[in-house]
């Protein structure tokens, strides 16, 4: 019994440690800190591809400012490409946790995005629900209720390298408010600790698929 007993104290700090490990806490932003990013997309009302820089100009405990400048683009024939312009700069607005709050295209959060809920550890379920504006498109609302899943670490490829990420799966059910219209919606997001932020998300609806890679970084 008293070996028995002395092992379990021998590793009970090392089981202590490897869960604090696998334990993500929010990330410590800086002002400087940038990442470059690649959307491709197959969403007709947006352009192909696009290429920006993003970092961040603001950052105090509750909120991180970020000037996204716009390097390359193609499908500029589509209405979303035409308003922007190449090296067109524009601020997106996030909560210390990574969830949005407003962004260039007009959109507005209630709340938040909700996407992130830290500490993140695999197996963690949440709600991720949201809510959110266009007052440009006649106020425009739409309602998601979505549920989150920290699915576990994964390794994944993308032009910046490859890296060691924490999957997080999102499934929404949308309607919106002003008009009658619904449908669903599926997310992914591959969050990195050492680069502060995701490396690869992906987006899906009826209308298509786009998806978002980490082209390079610099993070202080």
């Known amino acids: ?24 806490q929010r990330p410590e932003v800086k002002v400087g800190d940038r990442w470059v990013l690649r959307t491709n997309s197959t969403q007709a009302s947006w352009p192909r591809k696009t290429i920006r820089e993003n970092r961040v100009s603001f950052v105090d405990d509750k909120t991180i400012i970020t000037v996204s ?3 390359d683009i193609e499908g500029a024939d589509s209405p979303a490409a035409k308003l922007r312009n190449k090296d067109a700069e524009s601020e997106t607005i996030w909560t210390a946790d ?25 197996g963690k379920v949440y709600r991720a629900d949201n809510e959110f504006s266009r007052p440009r498109e006649r106020n425009a ?40 219209a619904r449908g669903t919606s599926r997310s992914a997001y591959w969050y990195v600790p050492a680069v502060k932020r995701w490396v690869k998300s992906s987006y899906e609806d009826s209308s298509g698929k786009s998806t978002t890679e980490l082209i390079s970084f610099e993070v202080r």
């Open 1 to 24: 019994m008293l070996r028995l007993l002395l092992l379990v104290s021998l590793l009970a700090p090392v089981g202590a440690a490897a869960q604090a490990i696998e334990e993500v």
């Open 69 to 71: 400048t716009l390097i």
């Open 98 to 122: 990574w969830n949005m709050l407003a962004n260039p295209s007009g959109a507005i959060y209630k709340d938040h995005s909700a996407e992130f809920s830290f500490p993140l550890r695999p």
């Open 141 to 180: 609302t739409w309602r998601h209720q979505r549920t989150a899943k920290v699915v576990g670490w994964e390794e994944v490829t993308v032009p910046a390298g490859k890296f060691r990420a924490l999957r997080i799966d999102i499934e929404s059910q949308w309607h919106r408010l002003d008009i009658e």
